[in-house]
T-cell receptor
Framework: EAGVAQSPRYKIIEKRQSVAFWCNPISGHATLYWYQQILGQGPKLLIQFQNNGVVDDSQLPKDRFSAERLKGVDSTLKIQPAKLEDSAVYLC??????????????FGPGTRLTVL | QKEVEQNSGPLSVPEGAIASLNCTYSDRGSQSFFWYRQYSGKSPELIMSIYSNGDKEDGRFTAQLNKASQYVSLLIRDSQPSDSATYLCAVSGGFKTIFGAGTRLFVKA
């Protein structure tokens, strides 16, 4: 079974530029998560989808971050414009069942973003 | 504000010893508890899940849950250098999963 795929793996941009990340979850997984992980901290949830609907986006900085999950499969996360403090690893995870809050999550390799 | 607290470490143990990692959480309504291992530069990998009070064993790993004390722990028996990593505690309830900052474990050969 293929795991969660993410691209790109690394991205370097200058502040005020825009960037997009892509995630393909494990086939058949209903729930998809985007996390931001800053060095030395645990993952912080940005947005959670169940199929193509948003379950939780309470910690997503909506003035600059946006995300979508078309057709309940792939997802993209965009930052526009980027700030220095957005430098982090962006992790995508998926889980097999509906968003019950009790599911084991499977993570992709992450995208390391550096904002200069 | 729901919180998950872990000692950041590093926790250093000799090879073959038992490593004990601890986690406390603030939300009494939490229902599911997970331990993830994260190697440096890699993404988290699930190693244990526990849903009811008591112990759950899987190979060298034992997860312990005490909901009354809002405490969950992970024991690693016969620790190996390959166990050196950051261990993240995650607590779920009401559609939310919150991760702790992790404890760095170093197993000395």
């Amino acid at each position: 079974e293929a795991g969660v795929a993410q691209s790109p793996r690394y991205k370097i941009i200058e502040k005020r530029q825009s960037v997009a990340f892509w995630c393909n979850p494990i086939s058949g997984h209903a729930t998809l998560y985007w996390y931001q992980q800053i060095l030395g901290q645990g993952p912080k949830l940005l947005i959670q989808f169940q199929n193509n609907g948003v379950v939780d986006d309470s910690q997503l900085p909506k003035d600059r971050f946006s995300a979508e999950r078309l057709k309940g499969v792939d997802s993209t996360l965009k930052i526009q414009p980027a700030k220095l403090e957005d430098s982090a690893v962006y992790l995508c995870a998926s889980s097999p069942r509906l968003a019950s809050g009790s599911d084991e999550q499977f993570f992709g390799p992450g995208t390391r973003l550096t904002v200069l | 504000q729901k919180e998950v607290e872990q000692n950041s470490g590093p926790l250093s143990v000799p090879e073959g010893a038992i490593a004990s990692l601890n986690c406390t959480y603030s939300d009494r309504g939490s229902q599911s508890f997970f331990w993830y291992r994260q190697y440096s530069g890699k993404s988290p990998e699930l190693i244990m899940s526990i849903y009811s009070n008591g112990d759950k064993e899987d190979g060298r790993f034992t997860a312990q849950l005490n909901k009354a004390s809002q405490y969950v722990s992970l024991l690693i028996r016969d620790s190996q250098p390959s166990d050196s990593a950051t261990y993240l505690c995650a607590v779920s309830g009401g559609f939310k999963t919150i991760f702790g900052a992790g404890t760095r474990l170093f197993v000395k050969a």
